[in-house]
């Protein structure tokens, strides 16, 4: 173990339930969680409130400095994940918002504003561990972690999974634009410059298709037992 504690990273396309299979594991093994899609929606969350334009050159500098001091939290929610806070402010919901995951993503591409979310991501490094959850955790921010994982899932299944989770909040959705979207959230995500997503080159491969949440842990639980973590 590091200065810093363990980390466990796990990267992936969304939708493949890198989320709850995160926040799972830290609440079993009592880590801290790192949820760096949640810094990205809230710069775009930040950018949509101020009109900001990511391809406007003062309003890129405005994002910048305020991605490199974001002030936020993640409260365990008795056992239903996270909430996420931006100062005092409760932007669980505000942040998962059809509008802001496509700014989001299109944030993301910007050199400038995933350097200045790094420092802030690495600081969430603490003992006796990190699980952290995003795109780049094992190629770029944690490149020395201890366990890397790769979640992923069919664009088909993930698709699903979403129109599911709208469907049970009463939200009427569309389930052939949902699989597009996520086939061109998850083309920008991988074709770009900065930080594109892909496996690390010592990551596992976990494909949760037509798997449950259970199963899927149970796999990682696996690997995390074979490191002597879950008895520590
Ligand atoms: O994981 P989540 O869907 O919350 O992430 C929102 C967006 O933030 C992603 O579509 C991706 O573009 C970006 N992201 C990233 N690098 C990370 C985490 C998220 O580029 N480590």
């Not at 050159?57 to 001091?69: F, G, I, M, Y």
């Not at 932007?91 to 420092?119: F, G």
């Not at 909040?169 to 995500?189: H, K, M, S």
């Amino acid at each position: 173990m590091s200065e810093q504690g363990h980390v466990i990273t796990l990267d992936g396309p969304g939708g493949a339930g890198k989320g709850t299979l995160a926040s799972a594991l830290a609440d079993r093994l009592g880590w801290s969680l790192l949820d760096s899609g949640a810094l990205y929606r809230l710069v775009a969350l930040t950018a949509l409130r101020n009109r900001w334009d990511p391809n406007t050159t003062a309003d890129r500098t405005s994002a910048e400095q305020k991605a490199a001091a974001l002030d936020i939290r993640f409260l365990p929610d008795r056992g239903q994940g996270r909430r996420v806070l931006l100062g005092t402010e409760d932007v669980t919901d505000a942040i998962r918002s059809q509008n802001v995951s496509d700014a989001a993503s299109k944030w993301a591409v910007q050199p400038a504003i995933r350097q200045a979310l790094l420092a802030r991501q690495r600081e969430f490094a603490r003992p006796p561990g990190l699980i952290a959850d995003g795109r780049d955790m094992g190629t770029v921010i944690f490149p020395e972690a201890e366990l890397k994982l790769y979640i992923t899932a069919s664009a088909e299944e993930r698709a699903r999974r979403r129109f599911e989770q709208l469907s049970a909040l009463g939200v009427t959705a569309n389930l052939d634009r949902i699989y597009r979207e996520i086939v061109e959230r998850d083309a920008r995500d991988a074709s770009r410059e900065a930080a594109p997503l892909k496996p690390a080159v010592d990551a596992h491969i976990i494909d949760t298709t037509g798997d449950n949440v259970a199963t899927s842990s149970q796999k990682i639980c696996d690997l995390v037992a074979a490191k002597g973590w879950l008895a520590e």
